[in-house]
């Protein structure tokens, strides 16, 4: 079955840190631009970084830039999204998707995506 399924979210507390992973089944990383996404309660997805199709180009939202890194192994065909200094604004679901190219930190032309994964940061 192809599939992206995301795991690693989780309760934190604020300064904390969670890494997200994203394990591809049935299809590999080859060729793909990788991102994540967030959506927080009562809010619209937005982008949060993305990894051109290359390796060679990582984009990041101000917000969490210098606390997030994204990253992939494509031997396991995982991608990570690597949180630091997490705050309770990171609270939302987050969702891995593969696409066609980066616009900035926006993914773009998603032919794949998970099934998305809770990350709490508590006030």
């Known amino acids: 079955e192809v599939q992206l399924v995301d795991s690693g979210g989780g309760l934190v507390q604020a300064g904390g840190s969670l890494r997200l992973s994203c394990a591809a089944s049935?299809?590999?990383?080859?060729?793909?631009?990788i991102g994540w996404s967030r959506q927080a309660p009562g809010k619209e997805r937005e982008g949060v970084s993305c990894?051109?199709?290359?390796?060679?180009?990582?984009y990041y939202r101000d917000s969490v830039k210098g606390r997030f890194t994204i990253s992939s192994d494509n031997a396991k065909n995982t991608m990570y999204l690597q949180m630091n200094t997490l705050k309770p604004e990171d609270t939302a679901v987050y969702y891995c998707?593969?696409?066609?190219?980066?616009?900035?930190?926006?993914?773009?032309?998603?032919?794949?995506w998970g099934q998305g994964t809770l990350v709490t940061v508590p006030s």
């Open positions: 998707a593969v696409g066609r190219s980066c616009s900035g930190f926006i993914l773009q032309h998603l032919e794949r």
């Open positions: 049935g299809f590999t990383f080859d060729d793909y631009a």
């Open positions: 990894i051109s199709s290359t390796g060679g180009n990582t």
